[in-house]
């Protein structure tokens, strides 16, 4: 897994209003797993931290935290889902 | 028998959606409607907004109907809708209606669609109060 | 709220027994439609035909609501329609809507009352196939 | 309980069909109970007795065999009922 690359993650509902924005840009080296994004999301803003849960999902599945991560991935931080 | 799934920023039809689903060949049908009350947690609503990851909502809803139809081979159709966008007191939230040939299984698996969607499906509830507005669900 | 219960020669409104039991105080509405089925035991159905004891009928459909009402004191509304006199495949038979603050209970409430009523109620189910009639569960 | 007295019975369903009339009518002297009145309609017409079940209404509530009958009553045999 190259760390040489650049990923944009989709932000939705209260993680987009944490974040500021509705795709956040994380250029390389950018996170290699979904756990290494989670991680580092939640440096840079710890409210992510405070939500009840903050799920990654890449290509519409939930992902693992040892899923890799790649430049054409469709990534998206997904907090608590309350359809319905 | 393909599942009618959509997610719409218009007003549901809730008779559509349980048309989708009636056949000849099942004689019972079981709906489960979702509305807007005027109240949560006995905080008055004034409103509330859906925001949607349509695209994985989708996906996710699929997988949520295919186990469904796992679990019940018997399951004739199935029609899911669910509303996004700013809905009013008494709007239709969320639509899911099965078909059976027997009647125990349509409550079943309409039960299951709709306590799975609330659990995977991407969307997200943003309740409008007094005084104010809140992420349903997003805090501990 | 006073119950919506009716026995009818007409053909059912679904949409207007919906309507009837939905509230902005009740989140939840859950639906059970009996449809004519094509077929029977795997035998094939043409038509049939709904007799009923009309006044007994309502007695006995009061009793099962105000049932339902003593079990789930959280119900909200219910609705339900019989249709009787001669249905073709696919017509609507019976619908029961009942509407709840929250969802669970709109699936346990609505399935109590049509498992009851189908034990209770004084209508009587005559189908009709190619060769012949039969009065639905009279024999053993 | 007096047994002069007349009853009449409504039928529906398949027990209109065995009897082969909507209404009948027992004279004096008519059976006292529920209980006797089965006994008499299954007598008469023995097809009665074939039935899964065949219960009396009294007045639009399904009744014990032990209840007395009387002359203003709305009486219904109930055969196996299937609404729904």
């Known amino acids: ?84 | 028998m393909i599942p009618h799934l959509s997610i719409t920023d218009q007003p549901i039809d809730v008779a559509a959606a349980l048309a989708a689903v009636q056949t000849e060949a099942a004689g019972a049908v079981n709906a489960f409607i979702g509305t807007v009350r005027n109240q949560s947690g006995g905080r008055p609503v004034r409103r509330l907004h859906y925001e949607s990851y349509d695209s994985m909502a989708l996906t996710q809803l699929g997988h949520v109907v295919s186990q469904a139809y796992e679990k019940w081979p018997m399951l004739q159709a199935v029609a899911v809708v669910h509303r996004k966008g700013t809905l009013a007191l008494g709007d239709v939230a969320v639509v899911v209606a099965v078909a059976t040939p027997h009647r125990a299984e349509s409550f079943a698996a309409c039960q299951y669609i709709i306590d799975t969607l609330k659990l995977v499906v991407t969307i997200w509830k943003r309740e409008e109060y007094e005084d104010g507005t809140e992420w349903v669900a997003a805090h501990p």
Do not use: F, W
């Open chain 1, 1 to 84: 897994m190259s760390k040489d690359m650049s990923l944009k993650i989709s932000l939705y509902g209260i993680t987009r209003e944490i974040v500021g924005t509705s795709v956040i840009e994380l250029p390389a080296p950018a996170p290699a797993t979904v756990g290494e994004l989670l991680a580092e999301m939640r440096k840079q803003y710890p409210a992510l931290g405070e939500l009840r849960s903050c799920a990654v999902a890449v290509n519409n599945e939930y992902a693992s935290n040892d899923q890799p991560l790649h430049t054409v991935d469709e990534i998206a931080l997904i907090p608590p889902v309350a359809g319905g």
